[in-house]
């Protein structure tokens, strides 16, 4: 009997969307907007005028299956190098024999997987190659180019932006796989389209999410006596029953997803601030992260139309410091729905940074003299504290001193709205103002 070698079933563990990865522009699912009939991208490769680019999008909508379809198209050397496991050393030696191809009369297209990973002088070291012609480079990455590429590399590359694929896409994917012959060979497989539709959005746009639940999904189910495999609901459920959300702490869906927060409450919508809110909650974000952001959120943007505000906001986020996650969540919802809610006034942030505009851009004035205290007798000499008028010797608490220097005089920063309780404080202060104007000299 011939024993059967591990390395014999090499198919069948190598993952199906490896299996499946397209070889042709015409087995390519999703990016129409840059693959479609006439389309830039698609003329681009198929004419073999392949100039340095870089493909920016989420993972799994076919960045490396664009590199491997090209690969398979043109006429030049083709290198797969990635940032992960390739040092300068590594990238000297691909140049050095780029430059050899180059003298040769030989083109050499240069792909690197997740080029974000590499630091500045590792981006640098690929720089005079582009500028000379001797690489194109083909660069692959889930982070804002504009600020994970240099400067330089960047501008000498074109920049296509692949979109999450659609659901309909997903599905169109998930059919193929099961009636491939690459994908479940000689097995007789049971599927509904509800089920597959349900994987299309759970894999919310990745389509390497969705064939890898595919295939886990089959992995799992069931086997009748005739040898069909079915799925179930049941099996299915245990696939899918935790969605991986896109989030990188440290990355642009970081500040996408807070910026998403911070508009929500201050459009005044609950609903999408609860949900972007949840967002970076189960992507993974620390919540002392988003109480903090509220706490700003509470004077930027509420401020003074409710001063509850900010004592609600520093509370949420003493609650999360106490109890931590999961229990937290309820505080953040409630202190993001208050603020959501709340009467919205930006004057205080406007009287903020009208201020800090005229600190930097004006002499510094001296305290007038009457704002000085004097507690030595040279001071009193100097006129420190002289003309000083204590407010609360006075019947209305009021008295006409002049507190800004003498160019700052008559000077207004803080301009408040008629916004829920900031109505009674602009009240009040124009009341103060008229005063002042009535009982001065």
Same mark, same amino acid.
């Given at each position: ?255 996408? /997803?807070? @910026? +998403?927060?911070? =508009?929500?409450? $201050? ?5 999408? &601030?609860?949900?972007?809110? %949840? ?68 004057? /205080?942030? @406007? +009287?903020?940074? =009208?201020?800090? $505009? ?5 002499? &510094?004035?001296?305290?007038? %003299? ?72």
């Amino acid at each position: 009997m011939e024993q059967i070698s591990l390395f014999d079933r090499h198919e069948e563990t190598v993952p199906l969307a490896s299996r499946l990865r397209p070889k042709r522009l015409e087995d390519f699912v999703g990016q129409e907007h840059l693959l479609g009939p006439g389309k830039m991208l698609r003329q681009i490769i198929e004419k073999d005028q392949i100039s340095s680019m870089i493909f920016w999008g989420p993972p799994g909508v076919g960045k490396t299956t664009l590199a491997s379809i090209i690969a398979g198209r043109t006429k030049a050397n083709f290198i797969n190098f990635s940032a992960v496991t390739s040092g300068i050393k590594e990238i000297k030696e691909v140049m050095r024999q780029a430059e050899l191809s180059r003298q040769m009369g030989e083109k050499t297209v240069l792909f690197v997987d997740e080029i974000h990973r590499f630091n500045k002088a590792q981006q640098d070291a690929f720089l005079p190659f582009v500028e000379k012609g001797s690489i194109v480079l083909i660069g692959a990455t889930t982070e804002n180019p504009s600020f994970e590429v240099n400067a330089a590399l960047l501008s000498r590359c074109r920049v296509f932006v692949l979109k999450a694929l659609e659901e309909r896409d997903l599905v169109r994917l998930l059919s193929n796989a099961l009636h491939s012959s690459e994908g479940f060979p000689g097995q007789k497989i049971e599927m509904s389209d509800r089920q597959l539709q349900a994987i299309a959005v759970f894999a919310n746009g990745d389509a390497r999410m969705a064939l890898n639940t595919l295939e886990m999904a089959i992995l799992n189910g069931d086997i009748t006596p005739e040898g069909t495999i079915v799925v179930t609901d049941e099996g299915l459920s245990q696939c899918i029953n935790r969605k991986s959300l896109l989030y990188d702490k440290a990355g642009e869906e970081h500040y996408n /997803l807070i @910026s +998403a927060l911070h =508009k929500s409450m $201050r459009n005044s919508d609950p609903d999408a &601030a609860v949900y972007w809110m %949840l967002r970076m909650l189960e992507g993974g974000e620390n919540p002392l992260y988003i109480a903090r952001r509220l706490i700003r959120f509470a004077s930027e943007d509420v401020g003074m139309a409710d001063s509850h505000a900010l004592p609600l906001a520093v509370a949420a986020y003493q609650a999360c410091h106490f109890l931590g996650m999961p229990e937290c969540d309820v505080h953040l919802t409630h202190a993001v729905t208050y603020l959501a809610m709340a009467p919205k006034s930006n004057a /205080l942030y @406007s +009287a903020c940074e =009208k201020c800090k $505009r005229d600190l930097r851009t004006e002499n &510094a004035e001296p305290v007038p %003299l009457q704002l000085r205290n004097a507690p030595t007798g040279l001071m009193k000499e100097l006129d420190y504290g002289a003309g000083y008028q204590y407010a609360h010797d006075t019947a209305d608490k009021l008295t006409t001193m002049e507190c800004m220097p003498e160019s700052k005089r008559g000077c207004r920063y803080y301009e408040p709205t008629g916004q829920g309780e900031e109505a009674e404080v602009k009240k009040r202060l124009e009341e103060i103002i008229e005063w002042k104007r009535t009982h001065g000299d």
